[in-house]
């Protein structure tokens, strides 16, 4: 990131001509029962400034999976928002940045919203991704995972499918994926899918409205020389709050230390609560 920011005080003096290639048309309101959405000027570079919202409308009953094929935004600047429904706060589910292909995404009724905003310097490839509409007894694909393997081919409701991870990943999160029947029309799996982490790594980038954080190996003892990071991503404008459930380190020699990066950050710290605003 420091890189970034780097880069980002140099283009300051450029930002007159940047904002020239900012009336680009993008986004819109798409249907149909499957097709692509990519990102302006994908695959040769997004324009700086994009504010883009898509809007997937399909058939009542019906769900929409996206699949990503290509994923490339300036980490942490330029970001790419999923909503379950139309694009409100309160839809969010994912909101995606980085290099990192993402998992697929299934709505849980019949929209699907994707907001993809640049800041004003430094752009990257941007995003393909596929979306396909999805009969409400399957639960679509839940993807591949990067180093790992899917086993199974079936995807409807009462299907079991599994995953692996190659050899020197450890996998985390549910090995086994079950598609069930929803309370409301649809079928979906009981858990997200898994990821694979190298053995003897730790740290990672979480995003979603809730999750989980512990030191590698918990609840046994940590490693000797962890040094692990964690990155929480939330919408400009959201709080996140970090609650400790259980904490006990060697006192003086290990550490955790917690920062927010979009000043101003305001911390309130009650008891084991941590928040940032
Ligand atoms: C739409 O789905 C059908 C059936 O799965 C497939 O044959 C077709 O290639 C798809 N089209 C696109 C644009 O993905
Ligand atoms: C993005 O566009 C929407 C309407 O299309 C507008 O309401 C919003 O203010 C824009 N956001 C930015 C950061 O330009």
């Known amino acids: ?42 695959p040769h570079g997004y324009p700086n400034y994009a504010n883009c919202t898509w809007i997937i409308i399909t ?33 969010l589910k994912m909101r995606l940045t980085g290099f990192q292909l993402p998992s697929s995404i299934v709505s849980t009724g019949s929209i699907l919203s994707l907001w993809f905003t640049t800041d004003f310097a430094v752009s990257a490839q941007g995003f393909k991704a596929i979306y396909e509409v999805l009969p409400s007894h399957t639960c679509g694909s839940p ?31 549910h090995a086994t994926l079950t598609c069930i029947v929803t309370p409301g029309n649809g079928a979906l799996w009981d858990f997200p899918a898994p990821f ?16 989980a954080i512990s030191s590698p190996l918990f609840p046994a003892e940590y490693i000797n020389n962890a040094d692990c990071s964690w990155t929480i991503l939330a919408e400009p404008g959201d ?20 920062s927010g990066t979009e000043a101003p950050s305001i911390w309130q710290v009650q008891r084991q609560y941590f928040c940032t605003a």
């Open 1 to 42: 990131m420091s890189l970034a920011m780097k880069l980002k005080c140099l283009s300051l003096l450029f930002v007159g001509i940047i904002t020239a290639a900012n009336g680009e048309n993008c986004g819109g309101l798409v249907q149909g029962t499957n097709g692509s959405i990519e990102s302006p000027g994908f």
């Open 59 to 91: 058939g009542e009953r019906n769900r929409i999976q996206l699949s990503f094929h290509t994923f490339a935004l300036e980490e942490d600047f330029d970001i790419l928002s999923v909503f379950d429904g139309q694009p409100l706060q309160g839809n």
């Open 143 to 173: 993807g591949v995972i990067a180093k790992g393997i899917l086993h199974g081919t079936r995807f409807n409701i009462g299907d079991k499918i599994r995953y692996s991870c190659l050899s020197g990943y450890i996998l985390e999160g």
């Open 196 to 211: 694979c982490r190298a053995e003897g790594e730790c740290g990672g980038t979480l995003r979603g409205t809730s999750g």
């Open 239 to 258: 709080t996140i709050a970090l609650v400790f459930t259980e904490f006990q380190l060697e006192e003086g020699y290990d550490f955790l230390e917690i």
